[in-house]
């Protein structure tokens, strides 16, 4: 299991999924260009001492992500129209989400092997973007069997 953030945009989000990483033992992997200057200082603020106990990796665009990171991915979108708890995680999916304004381009959507949403009340659009990894990141470890005891 991995998370993949496409072009995130905010240096918090980030902090705070690298702290959700670390905790539940799932790596994660930044799409660049991101919306921010990489500054451990500005990452670390978020994700604090954390930041050193989660495997993290960076990549040249959606195609060199692709190119080294097998699995199915798994796309978290408001557009989806399965819930996350209809669906059947597998040990192996990378669940990817997009950056904070708009979500991932038609050409990254359509490489993906399944688009899901997360419920919400019709009043809300959307979920923070770490919430959003943290609820589909706990539903799929928890289908797995591959929560930390």
């Known amino acids: 299991m991995r998370i993949a953030l496409f072009e995130p945009e905010i240096a918090g989000n980030v902090g705070a999924i690298m702290r959700l990483g670390a905790c539940l033992g799932v790596p994660v992997d930044l ?3 991101m919306g921010f200057a990489w500054d451990d200082r ?3 603020r978020t ?3 954390y930041i050193d106990h989660v495997d993290v990796s960076r990549h040249d665009g959606f195609d060199a992500f692709r190119g080294v990171t097998p699995g199915r991915l798994v796309l978290f979108t408001t557009k989806g129209r399965s819930s996350l ?8 999916d990378v669940l990817i989400f997009g950056k904070e304004s708009g979500g ?3 050409h990254v959507a359509e490489q993906c092997d399944a688009a899901l949403r997360i419920p919400l009340r019709r009043e809300a659009r959307s979920f923070n973007l770490a919430t959003s990894a943290a609820l589909a990141v706990g539903e799929a470890l ?7 005891q």
């Open 142 to 148: 928890r289908q797995t069997g591959k929560l930390p």
């Open 104 to 106: 991932v381009p038609p």
């Open 47 to 49: 994700a604090m001492d």
């Open 42 to 44: 500005r990452v670390r």
């Open 85 to 92: 708890y209809d669906f059947r995680f597998d040990a192996g």
């Open 31 to 33: 799409i660049e260009p």
